[in-house]
Every structure is written in C-alpha cells, then in structure tokens.
C-alpha cells in the first residue's frame, strides 16, 4: 500500500473521529493544601474542544489525497 493511500485512509479516519467526539475530555490532580503532612488534592475534568471544522478539512484532505493516490497508480 503506497504512503499516500495510507495517510489518506488514517485522515479520513481522524476526520470521521472528529465529528463523533468533538473534544477531548481529562482530569488532572491539582494540589490545594500541602501543609507538612496534611496535603489535600482535588480532581478537575477538563474539555479541550475540537471544531468541526478540523473534521471537515481531515476529511476532505483524506478524501483528496485518496483520488490523487489512486490516479498516479
């Protein structure tokens, strides 16, 4: 499988990914208190949101290159 064909199938899977989910969700750890023994954390979810416009244009970028690797074999 030529290098093109294979980028184009993984954008267009990105990009498909992208407009199932749109966004990443994680916790991270943050320290409140940190007092000699008495150390108190608390857990935070955070969202970092993925536009549909960064699925749009892996999509159709997979798509072009797809038609591009397939034209030059």
Known sequence: MKTTVLLAIILIGI?????????????TREKVVDIG?????TEKTRT??????VGAIALVGGIVLLVVGSKKE
């Open 15 to 27: 990009g498909i990914v992208a407009f199932g989910y749109q966004g990443f969700t994680y916790t």
């Open 48 to 53: 970092l949101p993925l536009p549909p416009i």
């Open 37 to 41: 023994p008495l150390k108190v954390t």
